[in-house]
């Protein structure tokens, strides 16, 4: 038995499916692929794979990651091809790794990176917007409403963000290589984007990235930032895209590298 840990990343083609037929595209591939993946027991046996925090619709995301068990010894470049080879457009195995922490992604979740992309309602220079956020991090407590299935409650949002910053007009924080000619699917994410800057007027769109609590234990997210930011300045933030840059695991002092267990942030 070999556990496996991947990271893939989820494109513009396939944004707006649902988690769920994510988890049956994966098993699709598998079967397709002849990959040997572990069964559970039962009457209703599946496939012994674990994703990480699941993706909203609609956002697309550089740092998707799952775990895989694997009953005959294959190597990790071996699976990454098969697998890549069953996969739709927009769909793309980047990293696998034998894990050999036994850990479960879904559960180890801590945190995340977002980039989101905006439209305000007024033309105010960086500056200005580099002010108000400083401001708005400097509150100790940030509480916002949020409604769940039975009540509506208030909580405190602010140990839930890590990091918070502005960028200008135009200049997208996606690394080169997102999009590479030799790469085997010729995802749309930066042509995406670039559609979006060329559409409005620069000084109107504006770039969001930000840090924020993720999992089990707490979870934030980016849009709900937005709505407290957008309360708090008295602005009107319209989404135009959201780009999940990384997934973070934890230990309850830092964020580290799902594959790494690297350290990138003390909280």
């Given amino acids: 038995?070999?556990?496996?840990?991947?990271?893939?990343?989820?494109?513009?083609?396939?944004?707006?499916?649902s988690h769920l037929d994510l988890m049956r595209v994966f098993e699709r591939a598998l079967r397709r692929s002849e990959i040997p993946v572990a069964y559970s027991k039962g009457f209703n046996p599946h496939p012994q794979m674990v994703f990480g925090l699941p993706l909203s619709v609609g956002v697309t995301s550089q740092c998707e990651y799952a775990d895989f068990k694997i009953e005959d010894n294959i190597e990790p470049n071996e699976f990454i091809q098969r697998l890549n080879d069953n996969l739709p457009l927009g769909l793309e195995i980047m990293k696998a790794s034998?894990?050999?922490?036994?850990?479960?992604?879904?559960?180890?979740?801590?945190?995340?990176?977002?980039?989101?992309?905006?439209?305000?309602?007024s033309n105010p220079k960086t500056e200005k917007f580099d002010r108000?956020?400083?401001?708005?991090?400097?509150?100790?407590?940030?509480?916002?409403?949020?409604?769940?299935?039975?009540?509506?409650?208030?909580?405190?949002?602010?140990?839930?963000?890590?990091?918070?910053?502005?960028?200008?007009?135009?200049?997208?924080?996606?690394?080169?290589?997102i999009k590479e000619a030799e790469s085997p699917k010729n995802l749309d994410i930066k042509d995406k984007e670039n559609e979006i800057?060329?559409?409005?007027?620069?000084?109107?769109?504006?770039?969001?990235?930000?840090?924020?609590?993720?999992?089990?234990?707490?979870?934030?997210?980016?849009?709900?930032?937005l709505k407290?930011?957008?309360?708090?300045?008295?602005?009107?933030?319209?989404?135009?895209?959201?780009?999940?840059?990384?997934?973070?695991?934890?230990?309850g002092?830092?964020?580290?590298?799902?594959?790494s267990e690297r350290v990138i942030l003390s909280i």
């Fill in 1 to 17: 038995m070999v556990n496996l840990r991947v990271k893939f990343i989820r494109g513009e083609e396939i944004k707006f499916i």
């Fill in 228 to 251: 407290s930011f957008s309360d708090y300045t008295g602005l009107t933030f319209r989404i135009l895209k959201i780009h999940r840059l990384d997934l973070f695991v934890g230990d």
């Fill in 132 to 177: 108000m956020l400083a401001l708005y991090l400097k509150e100790k407590e940030i509480y916002m409403e949020k409604e769940s299935k039975r009540k509506t409650r208030m909580i405190d949002i602010r140990p839930m963000i890590y990091a918070f910053s502005i960028y200008d007009a135009g200049h997208l924080l996606l690394p080169a290589g």
């Fill in 253 to 259: 002092e830092s964020l580290k590298d799902p594959m």
């Fill in 98 to 121: 034998i894990n050999e922490s036994g850990t479960n992604i879904m559960a180890s979740v801590a945190g995340a990176s977002y980039e989101v992309l905006v439209e305000h309602d």
């Fill in 197 to 225: 800057l060329k559409a409005s007027q620069p000084p109107e769109i504006i770039n969001f990235k930000m840090i924020l609590a993720a999992g089990s234990r707490a979870n934030l997210k980016p849009e709900f930032v």
